[in-house]
């Protein structure tokens, strides 16, 4: 069984720093895709960047890029320029290439971005 | 557009009654999820279906049950609440079971008294 280990339960930014949250996995599998989502005060699960492991080149999407280390089984999230709406419950989750079992998800980070 | 809902939003219950919370989505989606959300565990994946008349158990599936007659409702019932499945119910679904997002529902505050 796959596990996902978020180390951080909370961090605190100043507003337009960077941060960047950890997350670490562990499978046996060599074909599968990792994730982040984010999840603000609404509860809304909203999806922030995709990797497929097969892809050497580290995902972005506009101020959110991972740093992705497979022989580490390290996925971790750079957000740039901070913004107060960035503040939120981030989760990193794991899902094999045959998809089965669903996402697995680490137990999230608790995002706070200060004024 | 297309989207995926659930309901209700919140419900309050009693140990032991039997409740049923609908989720119905219109992307046309062949695989549909359920994931119960508590403190300190992140989400956690009850059942799950790759088609009609396909549904399969996931990690924390026990007390709960699913039927899929069609595409776009998956239906999470629990025969008998317990004050354990006091929890946050989020429901998903995504094109591909493993390499597409997964698009979630509202989510819907389930407390048994």
């Known amino acids: 069984a796959q596990t996902v280990t978020q180390s951080q339960p909370e961090m605190s930014v100043q507003e337009a720093e960077t941060v960047t949250l950890s997350c670490t996995y562990d499978?046996?599998?060599?074909?599968?895709?990792l994730f982040w989502y984010k999840q603000p005060p609404s509860r809304q699960m909203i999806l922030v960047i995709r990797q497929e492991a097969y892809k050497q080149q580290n995902a972005t999407e506009n101020r959110f890029s991972v740093n992705f280390q497979k022989a580490a089984k390290s996925f971790s999230l750079k957000i740039s320029d901070s913004q107060l709406g960035d503040t939120a419950m981030y989760f990193c989750a794991f899902v094999s290439g045959g998809g089965a079992d669903g996402l697995t998800f680490g137990k999230g980070t608790h995002l706070i971005i200060q004024p | 557009d297309a989207e995926i809902t659930q309901s209700p939003r919140h419900k309050i219950t009693e140990t032991g009654r039997q409740v049923t919370l609908a989720c119905h989505q219109t992307?046309?989606?062949?695989?549909m999820f359920w994931y119960r959300q508590d403190l300190g565990h992140g989400l956690r994946l009850i059942h799950y279906s790759y088609g009609v008349q396909d549904t399969n158990k996931g990690e924390v599936s026990d007390g709960y049950s699913v039927s899929r007659s069609n595409t776009e409702d998956l239906p999470l019932t629990l025969e008998s609440a317990a004050s354990s499945q006091t929890s946050v119910y989020f429901c998903?679904?995504?094109?591909?079971?493993?390499?597409?997002?997964?698009?979630f529902g509202p989510g819907t505050r389930l407390t048994v008294l």
């Open positions: 499978t046996s599998e060599n074909n599968y895709y």
């Open positions: 992307w046309n989606h062949n695989n």
């Open positions: 998903a679904s995504s094109e591909s079971p493993a390499s597409d997002t997964q698009y």
